[in-house]
């Protein structure tokens, strides 16, 4: 079993390239099956996520070239229309395969997604979604058999919650449907704006009249096209959350800055000095101790974000005051707690709250990685501490961070991998 051995208290100080967006690449993968032709994307991470989702496209008949971070995916040939069980249970977004098979081929058979486990995370909000436009569903042990005979019909749809996975799912199942689809209430991820244009470059019809809102006018095919993914928000604000706790200095290239607009002022109050009007980069500069002391609720965006949660309780375990976040997204997103109570750390869960007492010092001991932005937190707090971390889990890691030991080694970190 490979480890991460992280030997703490380094300050970090250099230039880091933030990785291509994991929640907009595997969307936009998925989607390519839509177009029939071939789509060229650009900045593509290379993640296990990513590797997940080739090996879907390739099992249903699809061509899959590689030059750099680039992707070229060639969907002329699907011959298939459903998914083996061991490939879905790899990954939750897996599941946005179902829109995807649905307007490419007209049928689906798929099994239940798998995913960090993060509590319950049902798939309602997708179904009824693609019933209300006209999607036959079977479902039976957990598998579903869909189909769309006579082809589907567009409506009106508002999401009980803005569920990020739905919203993905119904946007690629209406592009082709006939008539109008107007979705509300639907999730305002940048993640989902990044896949609309790659559909509108592909010859879809989406507007976007207004903040949660979209209308989705159908049309017979699609085409193919070139598209470049978004820069990663989640690792862009670990990589944060790392300069915090190392006195640090890291100038993140590849940064859309309004995509982290709820989290910048959180490092702001901790004392760190962020400089966001360099183009497309950001510099974030530590104090010799961050200061944090507030509340942290976790929102759908354009809130803060979930997937930051972790990795910036890490960044608080180590900071001067008390802070409490309240986890309102995921029932189940505070297992990275008991590793860092491993550390040394001083945290108090009850139900969806947590409350952080920093500590003067965390202490390297070996902690074991439970879903991915949990073991984004374990590497954050690692090198911050003294001494030698040993981080099992990897795999959770290498789900969706490119490069995450070669990146931080460069910029002075004592990390490796054995
Ligand atoms: C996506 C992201 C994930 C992020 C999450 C919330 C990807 C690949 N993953 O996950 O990194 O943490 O958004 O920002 O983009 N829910 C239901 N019924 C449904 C769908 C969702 O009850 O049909 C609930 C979920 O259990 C959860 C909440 O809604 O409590 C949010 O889930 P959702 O926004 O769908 O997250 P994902 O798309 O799974």
Known sequence: MSKLIIEGARRLKGEIKIQGAKNSILPILAASLVTRAECVIHNCPMISDVETTLKILRHLGCGIKFDGNTIIVNSENICKNNIPNLLMREMRSSIIFLGALISSVGSAEISLPGGCELGPRPIDMHIEGLRQLGLRINEGHGILKCSNEGGLEGCNISLSFPSV???????????????????????????????????NSCGAKIESPGEGTLII????????????????????????????????????????????????????????????????????????????????????????????????????????????????????????????????????????????????????????????RGAAALVVAGLGAEGITKISGLSHIDRGYENLENNLESVGASIKRV
């Not at 901790?270 to 497309?280: L, R, S």
């Not at 530590?286 to 002391?293: G, L, Q, S, V």
């Not at 945290?347 to 010092?361: D, S």
């Open 165 to 199: 996975g739905a919203t993905e799912n119904l946007i690629i199942a209406s592009v082709r449907a006939r008539g109008t689809t107007v979705l509300s209430n639907i999730a305002r991820e940048p993640e989902i704006m990044d896949l609309v244009g790659f559909l």
């Open 217 to 372: 006018e159908g049309v017979k095919n699609l085409h193919g096209t070139e598209h470049t993914i978004i820069p990663d928000r989640i690792a862009a604000v670990t990589y944060m959350s790392a300069a915090a706790v190392t006195v640090g200095d890291l100038f993140l290239k590849n940064v859309i800055k309004d995509h982290i607009g709820a989290v910048i002022p959180v490092f702001e109050e901790a004392g760190c000095t962020v400089e966001t009007d360099i183009k497309n980069s950001l510099r974030i500069i530590a104090p010799t101790r961050p200061y944090f002391n507030r509340m942290i609720r976790t929102m759908p965006y354009p809130g803060f974000p979930t997937d930051a949660q972790a990795p910036v309780m890490a960044m608080s375990c180590l900071a001067d005051g008390t802070s409490v976040f309240v986890e309102n997204i995921f029932s189940n997103r505070y297992k990275h707690v008991g590793e860092l109570l491993r550390l040394g750390a001083d945290i108090k869960v009850e139900g969806r709250v947590a409350v952080v007492e920093g500590v003067k010092r965390l202490s390297g001991t070996e902690v074991a990685a439970m879903d991915l």
